[in-house]
């Protein structure tokens, strides 16, 4: 089984700062990447970046140029710096990892918001 811990969710003022964590445990298996998913009430889950275990990332234009991805292989963490934050990016925020045999697991999420 597989344990996906978040953590680093909240509530923040627009323009400010938060720092998401996860961290995989259990039979995760070798990963290949981990990354950070969305999901904002009426609307559909959305990616909003992965990093592959070399470094590789892929974020969303909308949170581009604001947003970071990082991980730690030696802790099976990936981290989610968000600055300058807008209300649009309130949502739960699901992490999310694959692994070689291209298993998919989600962490339980954690609630962004927020204000104006």
């Known amino acids: 089984q597989v344990q996906l811990v978040e953590s680093g969710g909240g509530l923040v003022q627009a323009g400010g700062s938060l720092r998401l964590s996860c961290a995989a445990s259990?039979?995760?298996?070798?990963?290949?990447?981990m990354g950070w998913y969305r999901q904002a009430p009426g609307k559909q889950r959305e990616l909003v970046g992965t990093?592959?275990?070399?470094?590789?990332?892929n974020i969303a234009d909308s949170v581009k140029g604001r947003f970071t991805i990082s991980i730690d292989n030696a802790k099976n963490t990936v981290y989610l710096q968000m600055s300058t934050l807008k209300p649009e990016d309130t949502a739960v925020y699901y992490c999310?990892?694959?692994?070689?045999?291209?298993?998919?697991?989600w962490g339980q999420g954690t609630q962004v918001t927020v204000s104006s």
């Open positions: 999310n990892v694959l692994n070689i045999w291209g298993r998919t697991s």
């Open positions: 990093i592959t275990r070399g470094g590789s990332t």
């Open positions: 259990g039979s995760v298996g070798p990963i290949t990447s």
